[in-house]
């Protein structure tokens, strides 16, 4: 579903007006990043299946097991790409591109990855922009994906996938006054 496709969640720029405060790496306010994203669009056009693409590469990095990528892979018969960049709590911008090379009997192995792993730590002044153009300097190897995975500190996201379109929310107290907020910050986007 997805050939020659990027997203980034970075602006280069501060942001005058915005209604979401912080939107920067916390005592780096030049590394700025969206902390809101909406994925919209009509039926079918490939919303959950980012979604779940995303899931599944985060999947296969924190648990070092390749069914979460090569299950999802839709033409097993040519190598299938990805790469992401990433930032964890100590500061430091990871990139892992990763190349699941193809197999005629449709059992990946560790020797059907091949990954890369750069990562640079982020000085007080960085900018994401200058982050990932250091990362392009730094010269790697092909390793194996699970010693590569093992130096990533932890990170990731939460996904929800709605089964039939109906979607429950339960809210407490506390949180219903956030909710009402949120909702009428992102209604007016």
């Known amino acids: 579903g997805f050939e020659d496709f990027s997203i980034n969640f ?7 007006g915005s209604t ?6 916390s005592d780096r306010p030049r590394f700025r990043y969206k902390k809101v994203n909406i994925i919209m669009g009509s039926n079918a056009t490939g919303k959950t299946t980012l979604g779940k693409a995303m899931m599944g590469i985060f999947n296969f990095i924190a648990k070092k097991d390749v069914k979460h990528i090569t299950n999802e892979i839709c033409d097993k018969t040519v190598d299938a790409k990805f790469v ?7 500061k430091t911008l990871y990139r892992v591109e990763t190349v ?13 990855i091949k990954t890369k792993l750069n990562k640079v730590p982020i000085k ?9 153009e250091l990362l392009d300097t730094i010269a790697t190897n092909n390793e194996s994906y699970v010693k590569s995975f093992d130096e990533i500190e932890s990170f990731g996201w939460y996904f929800t996938f709605p089964d039939d379109g109906a979607v429950v929310m339960n809210l407490d107290e506390d949180n219903s006054d956030l909710f009402a907020k949120t909702l ?3 209604m007016k986007l």
């Open 10 to 16: 970075t602006y280069p720029k501060k942001k005058v």
């Open 20 to 25: 979401i405060e912080g939107e920067f790496l």
């Open 84 to 90: 992401i960049e990433s930032v964890a709590s100590t």
């Open 100 to 112: 699941i090379i193809a197999d005629k009997e449709l059992r990946y192995r560790e020797s059907n």
């Open 124 to 132: 007080t002044n960085d900018t994401y922009e200058k982050c990932k």
């Open 184 to 186: 009428n910050i992102v």
